[in-house]
């Protein structure tokens, strides 16, 4: 089928390439020449494993091509938009900027019988209000949200875990879903669930899933907090408690919380319309759920501190990672260089490292100092900061090879993710999250 994707950034380049992987012929179009000129070299603009890849086969193969022209849209069956909705500046609200100009750049290559299929993360009632605009052309309109995480995005986009497609009443909403069901033609066949419902549910799925993800983290934080107070471990707590089938142990990582370009801006979104829609108070919780995220940056960053005696100020910290989470490059929002931020602000010598996402970290803070190599990074600190969970240094550096760098012995683990047992036992001052 011929697909157009209207936004090539995280959710939109990898669309692009998973639906020309599955044997559509996909124009993906974006309004920033220099990732378009990126993308059809077939080189991917951002860190995403198994993207690069697909890029190369979809070009090669011809059923993939990418362009700041949105006439290329024309003859295309479904228009995919996949835009960018990021918090407003100066308000907790979603900035719609993005749909609306992709939408204006879409409706003049629409022909009767089109689809377009909304992929971004929008308020509730967006669909119902762009609906008729998209009508007007002859087309129909479909809120299709998309659930992929950054780091596994070909995985989730290929073989997602399910498919929701809100549609308009009536047989043309219905046979939208029909086609939408041909797109993902793979995934149907293997039986993902594929959910129909009105637009209103469909967006509410999306920002309901991640308001529950969001959530389920801060409630782990939130008995962190408590575990610090009685000197309880939160990670045997979370494995206990996530034994039970009902919790599950998925998302109850304790640590230094959730960051990234989705879960914060999403959380503050929802409970921003829910005001507007006059409800308010059935989303309060979400303030607190924000609250205590933010408070966990902040708890790290105490911890550096007490670990160095009250003071960071002249005193080299290493702190590995500035990507939201591993497998990304994505530094939007990120709990790692919040932390890095304030021990600078805090007049600590710091020195920040990252596999992927150094770059990015750089242009959003060029007053950090940078360090490609792990080894380098950690030489002479007097603390270390593990704040992203990479296997560099989750798994691969070992306390005996991070104690020959440096006479610093002050551990700060904001994921977790060490083996605190091991560290100590190599002479470290262990400090977790949560954690005695
Ligand atoms: C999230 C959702 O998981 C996706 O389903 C959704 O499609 C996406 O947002 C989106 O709206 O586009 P993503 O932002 O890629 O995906 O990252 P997650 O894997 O959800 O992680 C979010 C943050 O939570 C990261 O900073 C991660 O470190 C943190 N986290 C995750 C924890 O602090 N503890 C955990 O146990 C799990």
């Not at 290929?158 to 041909?182: F, K, M, T, W």
Request: aromatic share 6%; with cysteine.
């Amino acid at each position: 089928m011929r697909l157009s994707v209207f936004g090539c950034g995280y959710l939109g380049a990898v669309h692009a390439a998973a639906m020309a992987s599955i044997g559509h012929k996909v124009v993906g179009v974006d309004v920033d020449p220099r990732k378009i000129e990126s993308l059809a070299k077939g080189e991917a603009p951002f860190f995403e494993p198994g993207l690069q890849q697909l890029l190369t086969e979809g070009i090669a193969s011809g059923r993939l091509s990418f362009t700041t022209d949105a006439s290329a849209a024309r003859g295309a069956k479904v228009h995919f938009v996949g835009v960018g909705t990021p918090q407003q500046a100066g308000g907790h609200a979603a900035d719609l900027t993005y749909v609306n100009t992709a939408i204006d750049d879409l409706l003049p290559q629409l022909s009767a019988g089109d689809i377009v299929a909304g992929k971004s993360t929008v308020p509730v009632g967006t669909a119902a209000e762009l609906a008729p605009r998209i009508a007007a052309a002859g087309a129909v309109l479909v809120w299709n949200p998309e659930f992929l995480r950054e780091g596994w995005a070909v995985q989730d986009t290929i073989d997602p875990d399910r498919l929701v497609a809100g549609v308009p009443s009536g047989e043309e909403g219905q046979r939208a879903a029909e086609v939408l069901r041909e797109v993902y033609h793979p995934a149907v066949a293997k039986g993902t669930p594929f959910i129909v419902t009105d637009y209103a549910t469909a967006e509410l799925v999306k920002v309901s899933a991640n308001a529950f993800l969001a959530t389920k983290i801060s409630f782990i934080n939130a008995m962190a907090e408590i575990a610090e107070a009685t000197g309880a471990d939160v990670t045997q707590l979370a494995d206990a408690i996530g034994h039970d089938a009902r919790i599950g142990r998925k998302f109850l990582g304790a640590g230094i919380g959730f960051g990234g370009g989705c879960l914060p801006k999403d959380i503050r979104a929802f409970a921003a319309r829910a005001e507007e829609l006059g409800r308010g108070e059935s989303v309060n919780f979400l303030r607190e759920v924000d609250a205590i995220n933010l408070r966990r940056r902040e708890r790290a960053v105490q911890l550096v501190v007490d670990g160095l005696g009250g003071s960071v100020y002249g005193k080299k910290v290493a702190v590995l990672g500035a990507a939201f989470k591993p497998h990304s490059d994505d530094v939007r929002d990120s709990p790692a260089l919040d932390v890095a931020v304030r021990l600078n602000g805090l007049g600590a010598d710091v020195v920040v490292t990252d596999p992927q996402a150094i770059e990015n970290a750089r242009r959003l803070h060029p007053q950090l100092t940078f360090e490609a190599d792990r080894d380098e990074t950690i030489r002479g600190a007097a603390a270390v900061v593990m704040v992203t969970e990479w296997d560099e240094y989750r798994r691969e550096l070992s306390p005996e090879h991070a104690g020959s760098l440096t006479g610093g012995r002050v551990v700060v683990d904001g994921r977790n993710g060490l083996d605190a047992a091991a560290w100590r036992a190599a002479g470290w001052s262990y400090y977790g999250m949560g954690r005695p």
